[in-house]
């Protein structure tokens, strides 16, 4: 059982990276992304700093986001998801394989390039550090429940829209949590609250995730 | 034997036994569900409109109270109707349960929605600005876009029992998410406006003001009931219908 | 009833809230009024059409 979790998220890990269009991707859309946002707002270094955190959260979670369609569509499509779903793997488990791998390949790169892109911000120098853990605790939230949405829309054609809409609801206390945890410069207490608030919302879509997304599954597996 | 008849037959006892009883007993139900409806609705704008007084600090302007606070509570309840008829659908696999929360759906967001633009109407003239990032508003918000999502996973899966089953679960995660939601909101909010905002709650409701809110209150709860049955027949007609389509294809 | 009508100085922000409940309720009641009405139409011509689909085929094929 350890043994096939371990060659699936081998697996897909190495199917990310060879066929390409997943983390690199994201991360691509990440940073242009937040190119995009001083042409918005303009290059006043003192307000981008303000707003940095939010800016680079909000971002974040657009980019995760888009990847979410490459949890399970190419294995419902060509019946590989049928197989697993025979398999001995319990469904939670595989979902649990697939969310662990497209962390790997999306929300770990994204967080590496998170710092960079508060360069461009002007981020404060106090604020990488809690900024960047509070994505490390969060970013697993986001693949838990973005599988729920994926899993639900998956014999959806082109449904990667629609995951998205359902899922961004769930990602709010993620994004108030993480937002707050990087406030440490201003508000010390409120930080270390948030990213204990944070690491709870992450512990909770652990519990309701893979089961929802196996349940998703299951049901749209069956014909 | 005719392979065909016998099919739909057994497909109309076995998955219509309960639809059926439900369509004899709301066939009686809603007529008199409408009247009281209408009385109770009547009533209550007799009372919020001319049997009511003023408010001494938002003068005129509390009357939206009546149509906003009972859209608030119905929109919620909506949701709670939603998911519970999601897990009966979901453990029992009752097929009521699903037309119910299906049917649901529509009428509480269409109440969510209500209480939004009218908390919005109220919000201009007391707040200053027509909307306000308020604990209570911005959840209000985001359960719209919960019953949007619902609404929509509904409506691009074609086959009703994947789409019950996909929706059901859906509104599950979605109604334990709800409560952390609205809890983050509301730190959020304490966070970054720190009790200064006028409530909309603030003054004591006076019993003048308490008679017509629980009247419209009531007579919106009736209406949801009563539309809630109409469209649950609706479903059934039409799923009735996809079934017959479904078997004369097959001739 | 000028007064009234005025309510006090708020008379855009009232009736416009009492409109927009009124036109939404109503609009629910239509959509799902004609729904109904769709169905059943639709239900009735299908089950007709099976009853005539059927009927040829009964007095052939009688083992009822």
């Known amino acids: ?223 | 034997m005719n392979p065909m008849s016998h099919l739909t037959l057994t497909q109309r006892f076995h998955a219509f036994a309960n639809p059926a009883r439900f369509m004899a007993l709301s066939d009686k139900l809603i007529a008199p569900f409408g009247f009281v409806t209408a009385l109770l609705i009547g009533a209550g704008l007799w009372y919020a409109l001319f049997n009511s007084p003023a408010d001494y600090q938002q003068g005129e302007s509390v009357r939206i109270m009546y149509v906003h606070v009972p859209s608030a509570w119905l929109g919620m309840m909506g949701y709670m109707i939603m998911a519970g008829a999601s897990l009966v659908a979901l453990v029992f696999r009752h097929p009521l349960a699903d037309v119910c929360a299906k049917s649901a759906a529509p009428i509480g967001a269409a109440f969510c929605f209500l209480a939004l633009v009218t908390g919005s109407l109220w919000g201009k003239p007391m707040w200053g600005t027509w909307w306000e990032w308020d604990a209570r508003l911005t959840s209000m918000l985001i359960l719209l876009f919960l019953y949007l999502g619902y609404i929509a996973l509904w409506s691009t899966i074609e086959e009703p029992q994947r789409a019950g089953r996909a929706a059901a679960i859906l509104a599950l995660v979605g109604s334990i998410n709800v409560p952390i939601v609205h809890y983050s909101v509301v730190w959020w909010n304490t966070l970054h406006q720190p009790a200064s905002v006028f409530r909309a709650d603030g003054p004591t409701i006076a019993s003048s003001m308490l008679v017509p809110l629980l009247l419209m209150a009531l007579g919106f709860t009736l209406f949801f009931m009563t539309l809630l049955m109409v469209r649950m027949r609706a479903e059934i007609l039409r799923r009735r219908v996809r079934a017959l389509q479904l078997a004369l294809s097959e001739v | ?64």
């Open chain 1, 1 to 223: 059982m350890k043994r096939a979790f371990v060659s699936l998220v081998r697996r897909d890990v190495a199917l990310a990276v060879q066929v390409g269009g997943g983390g690199g991707m994201a991360v691509f859309f990440f940073f242009v992304t937040v190119a995009l946002l001083p042409l918005g707002i303009g290059p006043n270094l003192n307000l981008l700093g303000q707003i940095a955190p939010g800016l680079l959260w909000v971002a974040l979670l657009l980019s995760s986001l888009l990847t979410l369609d490459r949890l399970f569509q190419a294995d419902f499509e060509d019946g590989t998801l049928d197989v697993l779903s025979m398999a001995t793997l319990p469904l939670e488990l595989t979902v649990v394989a697939k969310v662990l791998s497209h962390w790997l390949t999306t929300g770990l790169p994204l967080v590496v390039a998170a710092p960079f892109l508060g360069l461009l911000l002007n981020l404060s120098g106090d604020q990488f550090l809690p900024l960047v853990s509070a994505m490390l605790i969060g970013t697993p939230a986001l693949s838990l429940m973005g599988a729920v949405g994926a899993a639900l829309t998956v014999s959806v054609r082109r449904g990667g829209l629609l995951a998205s809409l359902l899922v961004i609801p769930f990602y709010i206390p993620v994004l108030i949590f993480g937002v707050a945890a990087a406030s440490s410069n201003v508000m010390p207490a409120v930080s270390t609250q948030a990213i204990a608030l944070l690491g709870a919302v992450t512990l909770m879509s652990f519990v309701v995730g893979p089961w929802a997304a196996a349940a998703a599954l299951r049901a749209n597996l069956k014909t």
């Open chain 3, 1 to 64: 009833m000028a007064e009234f009508f005025a309510m006090g100085g708020y008379a855009g922000y009232v009736w416009s809230a009492y409109g927009v409940t009124a036109i939404v309720i109503i609009a629910l009641v239509l959509v799902t009024g004609l729904d109904l009405i769709a169905q059943r139409k639709q239900l009735d011509v299908l089950e007709s059409d099976g009853a005539r689909k059927r009927a040829p085929a009964r007095p052939s094929g009688s083992k009822l």
